[in-house]
């Protein structure tokens, strides 16, 4: 028996056999031994197919010996066509040992038993007591398909896992990216790589001008040229044969190859192929020089190497049964099983990542939740020509007219609060405006900008006082709160803000707006006079905010995109009475400095004062102020059923708890910098 025990020698013996092995012997019958059990077998024959856990690539257990017979050559046998095979099937057999468990049974040269139908060899690494079907159930074997783990092997054809090791997921941006399988087209290290994500099946359909009565099913293939690109890239993956259909494709693995669509269609006018031969992705993952090795090794995902029947057979099932609103969680679930993570995949099942995952399929999958979502970005940005063609005239004067009584409002000044629907738009992204109040501080043809006022972050200014009566010096300490992620080049980057009755009097600083002289007005003020003002005790110091960044919302053309007032006609904001604003502020003005024994707290005072922000005092009763907190496992949900949209699919949590722990995500990971949450 050779193993690398024996040294550098007897291992550089052991790697040219392998070598004879792999590159001489599939050009003839071969007769050699495995774990003294003698058989013949065509090496070019059906490899029975493995599956193995995660281990390193590189790693070589079975234990092999050349038989000492002479093996026979037939002369007249015809050269054997080796363009097609997939010799990783041969690589997964030699791929079996450095498992990771530590009770892990290690072969002795006395403990080998010998079993006929032990063709893989499997059966000589176990101690004569262990049976072949044990040895096959330790190494999870099954007859067809076979994976591993392959380390940082990059290659074409190889699949990418989602990780779920990292520090930071996908769950609050990219949530596609979050348990994806991604098959490698394409890979340079020294000029990019190219991959499709292979379980991400919608329910849309490309439509054929040329053949009107055909549809062709639509898979997400990633962010690059996506599905609802302007100029989507468009691959059609297949398994065809014909030699009219391989001229035209490229070869990826055994089995799978891919085409473009132009093609595609061109195959099933001529009777070449049939439109369920194919599998159509729109869009790519892509990575620049090197940067995909960099994720490797920050566990951003898991490089395997799998057999062509395992996609293939999952492409289908997606295809005829899949709902896209799963995800394609199972096809990921089903590969880290093979790869013998399947207790790891276990433990993450519906957290916080998977959840925002499926509401991204949601949203952007399922053709009704896409149209509305292009719809309501047409509406905001203002319609094109050819979009509002398609608009009868009496709908376009009641959509006008509704726009300008939901748009007419919004000015500097203006103080807004976002959307209380049940699905909140900033779910998927921008979480941090997720019951936000926004204050405008800014409007012109080119953009709208506003601060956040209830977002209040760990920094602080500090204000040195000193006490005009008795001349005692002391420091005051104001929260700095976050206003968005920009900053405005030329502008102070701390923006003072009162709604004091008394400092308005006293002329500390200028009104927002028009409505100088309201009393509901917001002001705006230079740290100095604050100080003054402070000092001369007409005011607190708890009386002011501090606002860091701001908030903007580019416009294009004019008469097109509407800035803030486009978020308002969608319903992503509304605008907040002016009566009510004193008493929001106030409300504001208890916040204190964050931190992480705080943060529920001054969530709490955030979302009481964007729910008593409301136009219409009923709607405030209706509200969801949910604290994500009380979870299902704390009562605060209904049975899951497949009518209840208030629910995130196959889960028990309301999507108003998960909106609201992906505001908490958001400010532990970027105010706070924690690490993202996991469970509810």
Not at 413 to 428: D, E, I, K, N, Q
Not at 548 to 553: A, D
Not at 599 to 606: D, G, N, R
Request: hydrophobic residues 40%.
């Amino acid at each position: 028996m050779i193993s690398r025990e024996q040294g550098p020698y007897n291992f550089t013996i052991y790697f040219m056999f392998l070598v004879v092995l792999v590159y001489v012997l599939p050009y003839q019958t071969c007769c050699f031994q495995i774990s003294s059990c003698s058989f013949h077998k065509p090496i070019t024959g059906h490899l029975k197919p493995i599956y193995v856990g995660h281990t390193d690539a590189t790693s070589l257990a079975s234990s092999f010996s050349s038989n000492e017979g002479e093996v026979e050559e037939d002369d007249d046998e015809e050269a054997i066509d080796l363009s097609n095979q997939d010799w990783r099937n041969f690589r997964a057999k030699m791929v079996l040992s450095e498992k990771d468990e530590p009770d892990r049974v290690n072969p002795t040269a006395e403990g080998e038993f010998c079993d006929p139908d032990d063709i893989d060899g499997i059966g000589g690494i176990f101690f004569e007591n262990c049976s072949l079907e044990e040895a096959r159930e330790y190494f999870n074997i099954v007859s067809e398909h076979w994976a591993y783990e392959s380390g940082n092997v990059i290659e074409q054809g190889a699949v990418i896992l989602g990780g779920i090791e990292q520090e930071f997921g996908f769950g609050l941006n990219q949530q596609y990216f979050h348990k994806a399988a991604i098959l490698l087209l394409y890979h340079d290290e020294n000029v990019h790589t190219k991959g499709i994500i292979l379980n991400r099946p919608s329910d849309r359909y490309l439509i054929d001008p040329e053949n009107p009565s055909i549809r062709w099913r639509v898979w997400f293939g990633g962010d690059v040229q996506g599905i609802d690109s302007w100029n989507p890239d468009i691959i059609c993956l297949h398994s065809l044969e014909s030699e009219e259909a391989t001229k035209v494709s490229v070869q990826v693995m055994k089995n799978i190859k891919y085409t473009s669509f132009e093609e595609a269609k061109r195959l099933v006018l001529i009777g070449e192929a049939h439109p369920s031969d194919f599998w159509v992705f729109c869009g790519y993952a892509g990575w620049g020089p090197k940067q995909l090795m960099g994720e490797l090794e920050r566990k951003s995902w898991y490089m395997v190497a799998t057999d062509s029947q395992t996609l293939l057979e999952e492409l289908s099932r997606q295809a005829s049964e899949a709902d896209p609103r799963d995800a394609g969680l199972d096809t990921w679930e089903l590969l880290m099983k093979m790869i013998g993570r399947q207790e790891t995949a276990k433990e993450t099942v519906n957290e916080f990542d998977d959840l925002m995952l499926k509401e991204w399929a949601r949203k952007y999958l399922i053709s009704e939740n896409a149209q509305a979502t292009q719809e309501q970005r047409a509406v905001r940005n203002g319609m094109s020509t050819r979009e509002l063609l398609g608009i009868p005239a009496v709908d376009k004067l009641i959509r006008k007219a509704a726009d300008l009584v939901r748009g007419r409002d919004v000015q500097v000044g203006t103080l807004l609060r976002a959307s209380s629907a049940v699905r909140s738009p900033f779910l998927l992204d921008k979480q941090q405006l997720h019951k936000s109040v926004m204050l405008v501080i800014s409007d012109d043809d080119e953009v709208s900008i506003g601060v956040m006022l209830n977002r209040p972050t760990p920094n602080a200014v500090e204000m040195k006082i000193i006490d005009r009566k008795t001349g005692v010096r002391r420091t005051v300490s104001i929260p700095v709160r976050y206003g968005g992620e920009y900053a405005v080049k030329g502008r102070a980057p701390l923006l003072w803000l009162h709604c004091n009755e008394n400092l308005r009097k006293a002329g500390i600083g200028a009104p927002l707006g028009v409505e100088s002289n309201s009393a509901n007005s917001v002001w705006s003020c230079h740290p100095d006079q604050a100080t003054i003002a402070i000092e001369q005790q007409l005011a607190k110091p708890q009386d002011f905010m501090v606002v860091s960044g701001v908030t903007v919302w580019t416009k294009g053309e004019k008469g097109r995109a509407r800035g803030i007032q486009g978020e308002v006609v969608v319903g992503n904001f509304e605008v907040v009475p002016s009566y009510k604003i004193p008493n929001v502020f106030q409300k504001l003005l208890t916040q204190e400095v964050l931190n992480g024994v705080n943060l529920y707290k001054i969530l709490s005072i955030a979302n009481d004062a964007w729910a008593n922000a409301v136009a219409d005092e009923k709607a405030a009763l209706s509200n969801d102020i949910s604290d994500s907190s009380l979870n299902a496992a704390n009562g605060n949900s209904v049975r899951y059923n497949d009518k209840n949209d208030s629910l995130v699919y196959k889960s028990e949590v309301k999507v108003t708890s998960l909106a609201d722990d992906a505001l908490k995500s958001w400010i532990s990971t970027f105010l706070l910098s924690f690490v993202r949450m996991r469970k509810f």
